[in-house]
């Protein structure tokens, strides 16, 4: 208890030392923005005009595409914290008319993703803005249909290709599930729909159907895809941190239960540096193009929960929270330790 203790307290600090680091540059966010909304629609356009030459260049250009919509939303997310430009209303602004495109109604994301900083690593906390995840002995206690159910889930098709386009072409049309549910997040998700269609519909007019959906049909579904994959390992990695409200804080969930993503340089340019999660849930306030400066300044953060690409791939197999030895386990082990785990009380 009393290391306990002593983390949080560790934790707590780097929160206060982090803070001088909020301050956002109007002129950096805005050439941010600029940038890849620009590059995102030449993109875009490019794959369109290479249907006449082939679909698999059409395709090939895709990629680069769903990499600058990844990055668009990584901007979404920032304007949702309040970090990217000063105003909260430039924020909140620039938030909606990028959901447009991301699929995504800001508002009722904004708030979803405000009780998922709130209460990561909180075991009785589970449930909004985040990957479900049972621990041993909640996993023993089901019925044998629905630890069908939760393998189905995890399983890494479900998790990364079914249930990202899922995500964001159907769940996020209608507010069902979010922390309020109000009228506030009823007219996001009508209003954003609403744009969503007439961009759909100006575009379909543009270039006709068929070719829309080819064009962006891949290029939204992977993006999507992408970013699910980036949530997921952002806390889904074997040492990550859960704990029950007496022992849970904020501050050591933030620094130990996020992961340090860290990527080749290239992808952490188009995923924002989101993958310095821990730095970014202990001081959600820092703008992303800030956070490579934290890690230079404070080269100790750097291997806090350090995932390198190739490590991260390990992370697909860890589905169940082992409270005994705290960290997450594979259906494997439990299968290996399962006589011993339901003797426990």
Same mark, same amino acid.
């Given at each position: ?10 934790? $707590? ?8 680091? %909020? ?64 105003? %909260?209303?430039?924020? @909140? ?57 939760? %393998? ?27 922390? %309020? ?10 209003? !954003? ?45 074997? @040492? ?8 849970? !804080? ?93 003797? $426990?009380?």
């Amino acid at each position: 208890m009393k290391n306990a203790r002593t983390r949080s307290a560790g934790a $707590r600090d780097w929160a206060q030392v982090l803070a001088r680091y %909020r301050e956002p540059d109007l002129a950096r966010s805005t050439f941010e923005l600029l940038l890849t909304a620009f590059c995102f629609v030449v993109l875009w356009f490019l794959t369109w005009a290479a249907l006449g030459l082939g679909y698999w260049l059409s395709l090939l250009i895709a990629v680069p595409a769903a990499g600058f919509l990844v990055r668009l939303f990584m901007i979404q997310h920032d304007c949702g914290h309040g970090s990217f430009f000063r105003r %909260r209303a430039t924020n @909140d602004w620039v938030g909606r008319v990028i959901g447009a495109v991301t699929l995504t109604p800001y508002d009722v994301w904004r708030s979803s993703h405000a009780v998922h900083h709130a209460s990561s690593g909180n075991l009785e906390r589970r449930g909004i803005g985040d990957i479900t995840t049972l621990t041993v002995q909640e996993y023993l206690a089901l019925p044998r249909w629905r630890r069908l159910g939760y %393998r189905l889930y995890r399983n890494p098709i479900v998790m990364f290709v079914v249930g990202p386009a899922y995500l964001f072409i159907l769940q996020h049309r209608l507010p069902i599930g979010a922390p %309020r549910a109000g009228w506030q997040d009823w007219f996001s998700a009508m209003a !954003t729909n609403a744009a969503i269609a007439l961009i759909i519909v100006t575009l379909m007019w543009l270039i006709g159907v068929q070719p829309f959906l080819l064009v962006h049909l891949p290029i939204a579904l992977l993006a999507a895809s992408i970013g699910v994959w980036l949530f997921y390992v952002q806390h889904q990695f074997e @040492d990550t941190f859960w704990a029950d409200n007496p022992s849970w !804080t904020k501050h050591e969930a933030a620094l130990h239960g996020s992961s340090h993503y860290d990527l080749p340089g290239v992808l952490r340019w188009f995923t924002a540096n989101i993958g310095v999660h821990h730095v970014h849930h202990l001081c959600s306030r820092i703008p992303y193009y800030r956070l490579p400066q934290v890690l230079r300044n404070h080269p100790e953060l750097e291997g806090i929960g350090r995932l390198t690409l190739l490590q991260s791939l390990g992370c697909v197999r860890l589905v169940l929270w082992d409270e005994s030895r705290r960290r997450l386990i594979s259906f494997r082990e439990l299968a290996e330790q399962a006589p011993l785990l339901r003797s $426990r009380p």
